[in-house]
Nanobody, 128 residues
Framework: QVELVESGGGSVQAGGSLRLSCAAS????????MGWFRQSPGKAREGVAG???????KTADSVKGRFTISKDNAKNTLYLQMNSLRPEDSAMYYC??????????????????????WGQGTQVTVSS
């Protein structure tokens, strides 16, 4: 099994920054597709950013230019740097891992249907 534990969420004013971390343990692999998702009340969960085994990234249009995903394979840790935060970025943020590399999935792999392991989430609240 894989355990994912997120941290770094909190409350911030619009325009501020936060850095989320996700520590992976258990049967985890640096080759697996990793991603960040978010969900706010009444809305479907959406893919925010993903990263493949080679460090190539995919970012949702809504956060492009503001959010950056990265990983440290030596530490088994995934990060999401969030800058220029907006009230609409408020949500529960989840770290997720797929069983296979991102290249195994269709080009729209930043979708929760392809990810098998999930963290418990960390809340991000952005006030105007």
């Amino acid at each position: 099994q894989v355990e994912l534990v997120e941290s770094g969420g909190g409350s911030v004013q619009a325009g501020g920054s936060l850095r989320l971390s996700c520590a992976a343990s258990g049967y985890t692999s640096s080759k697996s597709c990793m991603g960040w998702f978010r969900q706010s009340p009444g809305k479907a969960r959406e893919g925010v950013a993903g990263i493949d085994k080679d460090g190539n990234t995919k970012t949702a249009d809504s956060v492009k230019g503001r959010f950056t995903i990265s990983k440290d394979n030596a530490k088994n840790t995934l990060y999401l740097q969030m800058n220029s935060l907006r009230p609409e970025d408020s949500a529960m943020y989840y770290c997720a891992q797929a069983r296979r590399p991102c290249s195994f999935y269709p080009s729209n792999w930043l979708s929760d249907i392809y990810f098998n392991y999930w963290g418990q989430g960390t809340q991000v609240t952005v006030s105007s």
